[in-house]
């Protein structure tokens, strides 16, 4: 069986792009043709921009001044060359064919005073929060007896938008401060509306209200954005991923979830000159935004795959013909590989045990990417095949979904709201489940430590989620198949072991997170 049919058959969910938002439009419309990203070797984005392009035949759609990328449409075949021809043009690249989709997912301790933001404690007893066993694994109703979060806190979540009218989400929803950046250039407010289901999901994760009905998120006092950047289809193109980091980074965003992988290349080699201009003009957004005081959580993927030692791309360009292409070191997935970048990995909610048979943690879902040096953290993506117990039936994370869109395993809910009378949630697993819970710590520890003038450095938030997480070892024994079948890598077609000790491995990195030992936490001197 070809592996990516294997991927799709066991309904594992391959992740998508990132992005960030900008600088001064000039013609958000264009003009027809492609989209080009036209990367400026310094780090602004000269006066002359509109009119360089439009006399190389093209129209200027944004300007991100601050990080030296434009985004710019043309019909012209000799529109890149003519661009090459001003020195001060580092590279240029159509982006039709740059787009990643998503697959069917269907398929007790004294800490630090506070920081001065309002917080709320908060109760777990929604109406589905007993079908929460990722929230139970990670200790998040213990953390809301202390904290629900604070709402001067605003997480971004890039993915595929947001259903403003859910009646679960929509009292955390920033209206203001969401956009959809689909065509490059940002258009503030309910644009963002999620027409393909994902980014609903991973915004119940992270934010979904405490308010006796439905679920109950890991921050469900926190504001929460709907950052657009991948379509209905689930594509997201790289103008879309620009936008949505430079929007987080102006708009006053904490934290962004991004539950994708960028471009149509799972792998981007520094010296591919057909993705060059892409992949910088995409670092140089998520940097603008980590400087800007945004942490940026990744899911690492779902091939199985050992990042930190890449072999063959077989997946690329995955919205066009995939061509099978050897890879290196020299070759990251973008976002979760650009540093700075907190890379999660996937658990379900099954046991494993060392050699002697004794528990010994959460098993990796056996579709995880893994790698030392990426692996950050680990949190509950669910596991459909080895993560099935008494507490998850079917192995899924239960989250806010469309009522518009199809779900193959769905709970519903009527509560007389006029708006959305039928209240959905959706079953989904996959990294891009995991990393929101990642996200959703890293709100609370930002809503228990920040201050308001100043609130917390990505990396002080990194150094909480590493110093609080519950170590993991490599498991001693893994079930039948796993090793064999369920956990080969899709690309490469080899098991990627687990590698390191306790404190940190490939697998798990520095352990699961921990909700409750996150917002009690007294950081080591």
């Known amino acids: 069986m070809p592996a990516r049919l294997k991927v799709l058959l066991l309904a594992v969910l391959c992740l998508m792009l990132f992005a960030g938002t900008g600088a001064a439009m000039t013609n958000a419309s264009g003009g027809a043709g492609e989209k080009y990203i036209v990367l400026y070797k310094g780090q602004s984005v ?15 759609v944004y300007s991100y001044a601050q990080i030296g990328v434009a985004v710019a449409q043309s019909s012209n075949a000799s529109f890149r060359a ?14 039709a064919n740059f787009a990643t989709q998503l697959p069917n997912e269907q398929a007790g301790v004294e800490g630090p005073p506070p920081g001065d933001l309002p917080n709320a404690s908060a109760s777990d007893a929604d109406s589905l929060s007993p079908l929460q066993w990722d929230m139970r694994q990670i200790k998040t109703p213990e953390a809301h007896a202390i904290t629900g979060g604070s709402q001067a806190v605003l997480v971004g979540d890039i993915d595929t938008g947001i259903d403003f009218n859910h009646p679960d989400l929509k009292a955390n929803i920033d209206i203001a401060n969401s956009a959809n950046c689909l065509s490059g250039a940002p258009v503030q407010g309910t644009a963002a509306q999620d027409d393909n289901g994902h980014g609903t999901h991973t915004a119940g994760t992270i934010a979904a209200a405490s308010n006796g009905f439905g679920i109950v998120g890991v921050a469900p006092n926190v504001r929460i954005a709907g950052i657009k950047a991948g379509n209905a289809a689930g594509f997201f ?19 962004t979830n991004n539950s994708y992988f960028a471009d149509p290349f799972l792998f981007n080699c520094r010296n591919d000159p057909v993705q060059r201009a892409i992949w910088k003009a995409e670092q140089r957004a998520i940097a603008y935004a980590e400087q800007k005081g945004v942490t940026v959580v990744s899911a690492e993927g779902n091939a199985s795959e050992d990042l930190a030692h890449p072999t063959v791309d077989a997946t690329s360009p995955d919205d066009t013909t995939p061509v099978t292409r050897d890879v290196t070191n020299a070759c990251v997935v973008i976002p979760v590989e650009v540093p700075g970048v907190i890379g999660v990995s996937a658990t379900g909610n099954a046991h494993q045990t060392d050699s002697n048979g004794n528990p010994t943690g959460y098993l990796k879902s056996f579709y995880s990417n893994v790698g030392v040096g990426v692996t950050q953290v680990t949190a509950p993506g669910g596991d459909s095949v080895f993560g099935r117990t008494a507490e998850a039936v079917n192995g899924r994370v239960l989250s806010t979904y469309p009522p518009n869109q199809p779900c193959t395993r769905k709970v519903t809910e009527n509560i007389g709201d006029p708006t959305e009378p039928t209240v959905v949630y959706c079953y989904l697993q996959g990294t891009s489940m995991a990393s929101p819970h990642v996200a959703g710590v890293a709100a609370l520890i930002v809503s228990m430590f920040g201050k308001l003038n100043r609130k917390m450095s990505p990396g002080q938030v990194t150094a909480y989620l590493d110093q609080t997480a519950d170590e993991q070892p490599c498991p001693g024994t893994l079930p039948p198949t796993y090793e064999s079948f369920f956990g080969v890598g899709t690309e490469s ?16 990195g520095n352990g699961q997170v921990n909700a409750f030992t996150a917002v009690t936490h007294t950081p080591s001197s």
């Not at 003519?82 to 982006?95: E, F, G, Q, V, Y």
């Not at 098991?495 to 697998?507: K, L, M």
């Open 46 to 60: 000269p006066s002359d921009a509109a009119a360089t392009i439009a006399k190389a035949g093209g129209t200027l």
């Open 82 to 95: 003519n661009l090459l021809k001003d020195a001060r043009i580092d590279d240029a690249s159509a982006t």
């Open 237 to 255: 193109f790289p103008e879309a991923v620009v936008c949505s980091f430079y929007w987080a980074g102006t708009h006053g965003v904490d934290v």
């Open 493 to 508: 077609g080899t098991f990627a072991r687990c590698t390191g000790g306790p404190a940190y491995n490939s697998w798990y």
